[in-house]
């Protein structure tokens, strides 16, 4: 691979960006519906893309958009922790304990709704690949980055067009969250589930005003840390260098752990397992070592009073850079013919993934949330099927003037929530323990973890004190 391929590939992705911003400024029904420029870049790019009619780049070009998500994903999770006050354990309970419990429902279900579903139907009729039980968490709740990341490790254990899958799952999720959401939205408001508050804006008014933006923009990541008390004020020390400068440093260090974290799994994995053992450790993708490997940066960072080298505002920056880049090359790039080999068993996945976060926000909401169980249960619906900016616009929608409290909730849960699913050690992890255990073991642990979500949830329910 040239360095000249790396450059044109990179002209290329912006030109697009450049066509997928001007698109979506020019046709209205694009932002109505929240469709994020890099995800309309990304389809733009599948038009002139490696396997569409009209290629127009030379092959090593679309080599380099192939490797690029599986790098630029460990950027973006490298920066989530990276910047941010982290609160107290006790903070972190009472605010985000019912916005947690319902966002692993959610999650750990469609773990156990694909298991099912590829054990007794997809497997025995079609011989479905085991793995693509996973698709539905990785596709609706990881969404398309954790999709793209996610892309080697499927190649890895046996399902080569797990990242196309993903991405195409991904895409569903984040057009069904809005249509299917707008529509309860406006069921909810019919028959009074909305509440009746009246109240003035509070800080929750400048996330809802970014709900529009791309889920890793700077505008949404640094308004959700200003919402829940997490962005840092104090101003950033001087130094002989460009804050942006630092702040990749940090980032850049924060991978390097994460490669790190994996060699050492992979030395201990060997020691202890064999080399069996290692080669399904070797399957665990960087991006969530990275994002411990932030994590323990910033905790040094706050340590040693040195936190303010690291700026959210930066830090979000570099995220929605990585992120943007990355759905536009995975979108651009994605294998179409291997999307026609698995369509049916797809489109049953994803009917019934829809069906399952359907049935938890109009079964369970009211039970978990006490207090506007509609506006908190529509904020992790929209998250949970598509991505955050779709959480984000149907809480605008259900909670325009930021009269509830269910912002507050919702930005904290993320501190919580991410690391594990939607993109975390569990996401990484599951296709793991699938090839380790088999799919009846799998479905019945997914099963378990579900019914103890619920139970959580439930309970939470019960304690007006983490309302």
Not at 18 to 43: D, F, M, N, S, Y
Not at 54 to 70: H, K, L, M, N, R
Not at 211 to 216: E, G, L, V
Not at 414 to 437: D, H, R
């Amino acid at each position: 691979m040239k360095l000249f391929d790396v450059l044109v590939a990179f002209t290329g992705l912006s030109l697009l960006l450049l066509a997928g911003i001007t698109l979506r400024r020019k046709l209205r029904w694009l932002r109505q519906l929240g469709i994020p420029e890099a995800l309309v870049a990304g389809l733009i790019g599948l038009l002139i893309g490696p396997f569409s009619p009209w290629p127009i780049f030379p092959e090593s070009v679309y080599a380099v958009w192939a490797q690029t998500p599986g790098v630029l994903i460990s950027l973006v999770f490298a920066t989530l922790f990276l910047g941010q006050r982290l609160p107290s354990p006790r903070e972190l309970w009472q605010r985000a304990a019912g916005q947690t419990a319902f966002g692993m429902t959610l999650g750990f279900g469609q773990y156990l709704v694909g298991g099912v579903l590829v054990w007794l139907v997809l497997q025995p009729l079609f011989g479905t690949n085991p793995l693509m039980a996973c698709l539905i968490e990785v596709g609706f709740e990881g969404g398309h980055g954790t999709a793209a990341g996610m892309g080697d490790t499927f190649a890895e254990l046996g399902l080569v067009s797990g990242e196309a899958l993903g991405l195409a799952m991904a895409t569903m999720g984040v057009v069904s969250a809005v249509l299917i959401g707008s529509t309860l939205v406006v069921i909810g408001r019919g028959r009074q589930w909305l509440g009746q508050r009246n109240g003035s804006a509070t800080s929750a008014t400048l996330l809802q005003r970014a709900a529009h933006s791309d889920p890793m923009s700077a505008e949404v990541k640094l308004a959700r840390e200003e919402a829940a008390g997490l962005a840092g004020g104090s101003p950033v020390a001087p130094v002989t260098i460009d804050a942006l400068t630092v702040n990749l440093a940090l980032a850049g260090g924060a991978i390097g752990l994460g490669v790190l974290f994996k060699e050492g799994l992979l030395q201990l994995g060997g020691a202890l397992g064999g080399e069996a053992t290692a080669a399904l450790l070797d399957a665990i993708p960087v991006f969530p070592l990275a994002m411990l490997g932030g994590l323990v940066v910033q905790l040094v960072l706050q340590w040693r009073r040195h936190q303010d080298l690291a700026s959210p505002v930066v830090q979000a920056s570099v995220g929605s850079l990585a992120m943007d880049l990355l759905i536009t090359a995975a979108m651009a790039s994605l294998n179409l013919p291997m999307l026609e080999e698995n369509w049916l068993p797809f489109l049953l996945l994803a009917l019934a993934g829809l069906a399952w976060n359907v049935s938890v926000f109009v079964l369970l909401g009211r039970l978990v949330f006490r207090d506007h169980w509609f506006e908190r249960a529509i904020a992790d619906f929209g998250q949970g099927t598509g991505v955050t900016a779709t959480g984000l616009l149907l809480l605008r929608m259900a909670d325009p003037r930021g009269s509830s409290r269910a912002m507050e909730g919702f930005s904290f849960k993320q501190l919580v929530f991410e690391p594990f699913l939607g993109g975390g050690l569990v996401t990484a992890l599951a296709p793991i323990a699938l090839v380790s255990w088999g799919l009846p073991l799998f479905s019945g642990v997914a099963l378990l973890l579900t019914v103890a979500a619920i139970s959580f949830g439930l309970w939470i329910g019960r304690q007006p004190d983490l309302q």
